[in-house]
């Protein structure tokens, strides 16, 4: 891979932590801010706080090696197939980042929550086929199916029993608003570094990719770790206030103790299935899906279905979105080469 295309592609690598930040890691607050337990701007602060002590973390305790990205990323294939033409693979991770940021910037302008790492995958799944590896889809679509069929289902599960018992403990008057606020703003903030720990990972596995594939060391990316980390702050501040207004007040009308039930089940299902399947989960499927869970235990007609079927339907087309795009880039790429 030449210096100019592993520049460029470092260079989207952060634009896709900042990008990131904006579009997801906002969520993790976007309950606290409906139900007023935060301010906006203190919210926005803690997250982006919290989202680089996450990424931080991370990156002090993975074992970061140019297997463990490749892997990670569902690369594998793509590098072997590549090895002769670094140059190749260079263009093919220029069209994956640029479809998955696409998709983000589309998805966030129409205030849907939407996953960066199922957009990210779709967009590895088109450049296989266009490198005509169309066998090597089969492990990227269990990457995203697993984590989407079993995220949602869990969290909505775990959420709605979570409000079940908050709603019967609040009818002792043992539990007032204030503990229900303070224990949200705790929930908040463990979503917050949950996904800073959980998403610093998919840049920084794209940078040291295109590192290898120049030769350069594993450890001569270590210095971008810090940067990477300070742009999925950086994002989370700036507060993806289109996407935050969907999931805190459009899909239903949150109240203090929904939001903490929401936040709750997404920490322990983020947590657990990432433990379990080793597959990145999505924060913004989790949250989405524990709101609509606590809305439930209050009763059907207390979620707006319509909302939640547009959301559904983003989360459905969010691969193959990002994979025609992407397979339409390299076609092009190769074609011209």
């Not at 470092?10 to 139900?35: E, K, P, Q, R």
């Not at 929904?258 to 399947?277: K, N, Y």
């Amino acid at each position: 891979m030449s210096v100019g295309l592993l520049v460029l592609v470092v260079g989207l690598a952060l634009a896709l932590a900042y990008v990131n930040g904006f579009h997801d890691a906002s969520n993790a607050v976007s309950t606290a801010i409906a139900t007023r337990s935060l301010r906006e701007s203190t919210a926005l602060a803690m997250a982006a706080l919290l989202n680089l002590l996450g990424a931080l973390l991370a990156l002090l305790i993975l074992a970061l090696t140019t297997t463990w990205a490749l892997r990670l990323l569902g690369l594998t294939e793509m590098a072997a197939a590549t090895a002769g033409d670094p140059d190749l693979l260079a263009f093919a991770l220029i069209a994956i980042a640029l479809s998955t940021l696409a998709w983000e910037v589309g998805t966030w302008w129409y205030g849907m929550p939407s996953s960066t790492w199922h957009a990210f995958y779709g967009g590895v799944a088109g450049a296989y086929l266009a490198l005509g590896k169309g066998g090597s889809v089969d492990r990227i679509a269990a990457l995203v199916l697993i984590p989407t069929l079993l995220g949602p289902v869990l969290s909505v599960a775990l959420s709605y029993l979570a409000m079940r018992a908050l709603m019967a403990i609040g009818r002792t008057e043992r539990l007032r608003t204030g503990h229900i606020r303070f224990a949200q703003t705790v929930s908040a903030g463990a979503v917050a570094t949950g996904h800073g720990m959980n998403d610093v990972r998919l840049p920084m596995a794209v940078a040291m990719v295109a590192a290898a594939s120049a030769g350069l060391e594993p450890a001569s990316t270590m210095f971008l770790g810090v940067p990477i980390a300070v742009a999925v702050a950086a994002g989370t501040l700036m507060g993806g206030h289109r996407i935050i207004r969907t999931i805190g007040r459009r899909m239903t009308d949150l109240s203090a103790a929904q939001g903490l039930a929401a936040e709750s089940s997404a920490v322990l299902v983020i947590a657990g299935l990432a433990a379990g399947i080793h597959a990145p989960i999505s924060t913004s499927h989790t949250l989405a899906s524990g709101v609509v869970g606590a809305g439930l235990a209050r009763g059907p007609r207390h979620i707006k279905w319509n909302v939640v079927r547009s959301v559904v339907l983003t989360w459905l087309l969010t691969p193959f979105g990002t994979g025609l795009m992407s397979l339409a880039m390299v076609i092009v790429v190769i074609s011209l080469r």
